[in-house]
Structures are given as structure tokens and as C-alpha cells.
């Protein structure tokens, strides 16, 4: 494939280096999801971008949470895209 997209998930479950090891040298690869971590070591890693979830008032998340709002429903937090810079 030429655009691959990982969850965030295949970090906890220890799959993020069998399915990178799948992916064409030339794939564009993304992790994407509210798991996906946003750190940019993952691009040391083979990934292209990361798109996550950042939580930026935590009071806020926590209450949404609290109060069993799925994701959409939750407030305080911003969706975020980290590219990795072109060498």
C-alpha cells in the first residue's frame, strides 16, 4: 500500500514493529488515533506522522469522562498532526 495507517493500539499490544516490518520502504506511514502517542521518537521508527489527541485542559477531559461522554463528547482536548520534517 502506498499510505499505511497504524492505531496507536498496535503500541500497547506490542504489534507496531511487525506491522512497520509489512510496509513497503516507499509507504507512507501514519499512527493515528486517540491512543497513538504523540512523540516524535516515533519517527526514528519508520512513521511518517503522527495524529493524536492532546489534552489541554485536564480538569475539563476529566469531568466529560467522568460523566461517560464517549470521545466526541469530550471537551478539553485538540486533535493534533506531527509530520516528520523532510531530510
Do not use: I
Given at each position: 500500500a502506498d499510505v499505511v495507517a497504524i492505531t496507536g493500539t498496535a503500541l500497547t499490544?506490542?504489534?507496531?514493529e511487525?506491522?512497520?516490518?509489512?510496509?513497503?520502504p516507499n509507504a507512507y506511514v501514519i499512527?493515528?488515533?486517540d491512543t497513538a502517542p504523540?512523540?516524535?521518537i516515533l519517527f526514528d521508527h519508520g512513521l511518517d506522522a503522527i495524529s493524536?489527541?492532546?489534552?489541554?485542559?485536564a480538569?475539563?477531559?476529566l469531568r466529560c469522562v467522568s460523566q461517560g461522554g464517549?470521545?466526541?463528547?469530550i471537551k478539553?482536548?485538540?486533535?493534533?498532526?506531527?509530520?516528520?520534517?523532510?531530510?
Open positions: 499490544n506490542h504489534t507496531m511487525h506491522l512497520l516490518g509489512l510496509c513497503s499512527a493515528l488515533g504523540l512523540s516524535t493524536g489527541t492532546r489534552v489541554y485542559d480538569n475539563l477531559a464517549n470521545f466526541r463528547q478539553g482536548v485538540k486533535r493534533l498532526t506531527l509530520m516528520k520534517q523532510k531530510e
